[in-house]
């Protein structure tokens, strides 16, 4: 079993008496504003001519500040914004601390009757949090992801990077249809070997690229998720996205606990299990590497983010409870099993886990 790191400062640890009765419960500052080219960046929030990075990040803290819930959006793949409350959210052992707000909902529409999972627009960002372990108010320590349900997937890629390269706006475009006006418009290579194009269509023809970024590349590095697209349709005109099952941003609707997050789920580079008192800073970014069609890029989109217990809203982990078990298990022996039911005798990942001993079934959070 791997041993959580266990992080504190002398000094965080005496803040943690000072009253907070003047603190928000809502995103305080934006740090950084960093989007992938995409089909609202420059739109969400919108860029001026002379706008700087730090006018930029002061825009988009002006839309999500103070539960202003006014949506920005991350663009494709990778694109981010760092943000920070300004007191510690309160790490609580089996709750959920802190929710994200996104604008992901579910179809109305019939999908595959043979898919039981929540879909329709679920665009989902991976979360990062950070302690204040040098007490600065700054964003300048160790990140931590959350480890959501696909971290330990096979399909998922690890150490995963980027290059967007930023489009000549006066090359002759290459339209697909009448919906895609320039299949070739920026342009991706990867550390996978692969490339591609973020195509720009007929609703949006500003430029994609972030004009207040001067550089002619951008790079972005993380964690990879499968494609979660499917082309119900066929031929191009009903594109589902379905929904991950947990720990993603805008992957669930806000009403949904699913738009919570444990900082228990925290893991460093290696996946191991990080065990922090809290979290002063959040990164979201844009999860998945995908076009679907004329909807355009997949882009994790972010309407603000709450502390949970200030709120009184500190609903216990529902990875915890209600239990889902699948029908492998139900009558197999008494061991762990992931959450899909495939037995593991002692488990070598940290996660969530199920675990059957003497006939009753819990979910576990395994260190």
Known sequence: MNTPKILC????????????????????????????????????????????????????????????????SLGAYGGYITFGFDHMVKNVHGKMDFQILGNALYSNTATNPDDSRESGSCEPGIVLVSYDSNANG???????ELAGSEYNSMETTHHYSIIYYRPDENKEPTPENAF????????????????????????????????????????????????????????????????????????HPNSDDRSK????????????????????????????????????????????????????????DCWTTDIHVPSAMQSGADCYYTLGGVPVATPTCPGIYLRRKAGTIKKVLYF
């Open 138 to 144: 700054e964003p300048d320590d160790e990140w931590y």
């Open 261 to 316: 997050f444990s900082i228990d789920w925290a893991v460093d580079d290696d996946g191991n299990h990080v065990r922090l008192p809290g979290i002063h800073f959040v990164r979201v970014y844009t999860g998945v590497n995908q076009s679907c069609g004329w909807i355009g890029e997949t882009s994790t989109e972010v309407l603000g983010a709450n502390d949970l217990h200030m709120l009184g809203d500190d609903v216990d």
């Open 180 to 251: 895609i006006t320039d299949a070739t418009y920026v342009r991706w290579t990867d550390n996978l070997d692969r490339q591609g194009y973020i195509c720009r269509n007929s609703f949006h023809q500003q430029s994609y690229y972030p004009l207040w970024i001067e550089e002619d590349e951008m790079t972005f590095e993380g964690t990879l998720l499968a494609n979660n697209y499917v082309d119900e349709s066929g031929n191009g005109s009903f594109y589902v996205q379905y929904a991950y099952a947990w720990g993603y941003a805008d992957n």
């Open 9 to 72: 400062s002398l000094a965080l640890a005496t803040a943690m008496t000072v009253s907070a009765q003047n603190s928000s419960p809502y995103i305080s500052r934006v740090f950084e504003y960093r989007p992938a080219p995409g089909q609202y960046v420059n739109v969400l929030p919108k860029y001026e001519e002379g706008d700087t990075p730090e006018i930029m990040a002061a825009k988009a803290e002006a839309q999500l500040a103070g539960n202003r819930q006014e949506m920005i």
